[in-house]
């Protein structure tokens, strides 16, 4: 029979507790410069012993000035004080959607997705990843994302090259009557011109392909580059890498981010007060606001640490730029420095830094790639560097096909593989050479 009385038992077992300390040193660490603003605004306003001095005050005044002398001075215009903004790519969007008759819901959908676009104009996030960010369902996501890629400019929003040309195909009157097809069903071989598969499959004459072939290098296969602009100069870097004499110096920006401290005088009221429960609370409060200066400190010195590091081991880069950028893992940073893996992760997270070679996030530094003939690293990032540049010096009559891309660089101690190039010039999204052509 089956005892069901009830029984004491003595189990022992382990199991890992995180601290609040070490819980608000790892998320001060991961966030950015403007991220920490906000964060320390949000725990001042929490800790009446947390004094926080903010020593950036010029620019919020000189921007209360200016809209004083706006609003009282009748010769200055609205419409030319906005006259000079360069409309970007999503503002663009943005306002041809305002302008259709769409539903609240479906508008901040299509919103989203405008925001989520790359420079090239390609979207950059799926419909599931886009409908768990929203909470909606992805059948909305989708229904959305149609009607931001019948907006203009033609071809935006794509996730892909190949649909990025059938978008195209779909929305001009005078499209050639073959070219649908080709690129939805045929777009691998008409760029490896298998010109007998084409001729046997599509029983079309080759004259009449290579007419069909020559409407498809007139579409555009970045369609959101007529709206790059320069990088935003109001971009506030992390951290600063200039060159003096013959070395690189690190400095972090500390522009605009607050001294944090004690505040004695409450401290002091507190104490005077003669309360327990005063004091109690006084002590709580000192312990959270000590808690944090200490994890400041700790961000500080472990981002200054992690930016001598990449620097150090990225000091080709800094020198000549992207191409060469050589491979780099968060372990090799992680070993030089005796520190986790995961803490040199949260360290670049969120994180940008200004480089004699422009304003790059700090991923940017993480890059993978093949070894060369000579036993080298060369970084992915270098790779499609050198394709770039291959290709904007090809003869435009004889574009170099993926081959001899392959082959150039092959000489060039790069040991890379034809479907290697393919895929970098794809995720660049370059057409083949014979649609370049």
């Known amino acids: 029979m089956l005892n069901l009385s009830p029984t004491i038992l003595l189990q022992q077992s382990q199991s890992l507790a995180i601290s609040p300390k070490i819980l608000q040193s790892i998320h001060v660490l991961q966030l950015s410069s403007v991220d920490l603003v906000s964060y320390l605004q949000e725990q001042s306003s929490e800790n009446p012993l947390l004094d926080v001095i903010w020593t950036d005050n010029i620019s919020s005044r000189r921007t209360k000035n200016k809209l004083n002398r ?122 490896a011109g298998k010109w007998k598969y084409l001729d046997r499959e599509l029983n079309i004459p080759l004259d009449r392909i290579k007419q069909s072939l020559a409407y498809i290098r007139t579409l555009n296969p970045k369609p959101g580059l007529a709206y790059k602009h320069q990088q935003n100069s109001d971009i506030k870097p992390d951290a600063v890498i ?116 422009g304003i790059y996030e700090l991923k940017f530094f993480f890059a993978k790639g093949p070894s060369t003939t000579g036993g080298e690293a060369a970084s992915a990032e270098r790779i499609k560097c050198r394709i770039q540049e291959l290709i904007d010096g090809e003869n435009k009559s004889k574009p170099l096909s993926d081959q001899q891309l392959t082959e150039i660089m092959n000489k060039e101690n790069l040991p890379i593989s034809r479907r290697t190039v393919m895929k970098y010039r794809e995720e660049m999204n370059i057409l083949s050479s014979r649609l370049r052509g």
């Open 70 to 191: 706006v609003s009282s001075n009748t010769v200055v215009s609205l419409l030319e004080l906005t006259a000079n903004l360069e409309d970007t790519l999503e503002m663009m969007l943005v306002s041809q959607l305002r302008l259709a008759n769409h539903s609240d819901r479906q508008y901040k959908i299509a919103k989203f997705l405008a925001g989520n676009l790359s420079e090239n104009g390609y979207l950059t996030i799926t419909p599931k990843e886009a409908a768990q960010c929203l909470h909606v369902s992805e059948e909305e996501v989708t229904e959305a994302l149609a009607k931001v890629q019948a907006l203009e400019p033609a071809g935006i929003a794509a996730r892909t090259l190949q649909e990025c040309l059938e978008i195209q195909i779909r929305r001009d009157e005078n499209a050639d009557p073959y070219a649908e097809k080709l690129v939805s069903c045929y777009l691998y071989e008409l760029g």
């Open 242 to 357: 200039q060159k003096f004499l013959n070395r690189y110096i690190v400095s972090l920006n500390q522009a605009g981010i607050p001294k944090v401290s004690l505040n004695k005088q409450v401290q002091q009221l507190i104490l005077e007060s003669g309360s327990k429960e005063a004091e109690e609370y006084m002590k709580k409060h000192v312990q959270t606001a000590m808690g944090l200066i200490q994890s400041l400190e700790d961000r500080q010195h472990t981002l200054f640490r992690v930016l001598e590091a990449i620097t150090e081991e990225q000091m080709m880069f800094m020198d000549k730029g992207s191409f060469f950028l050589k491979p780099l893992n968060l372990k090799t940073i992680a070993e030089r420095l005796q520190l986790h893996e995961s803490t040199v992760s949260r360290a670049i997270q969120n994180k940008v830094v200004q480089t004699p070679q």
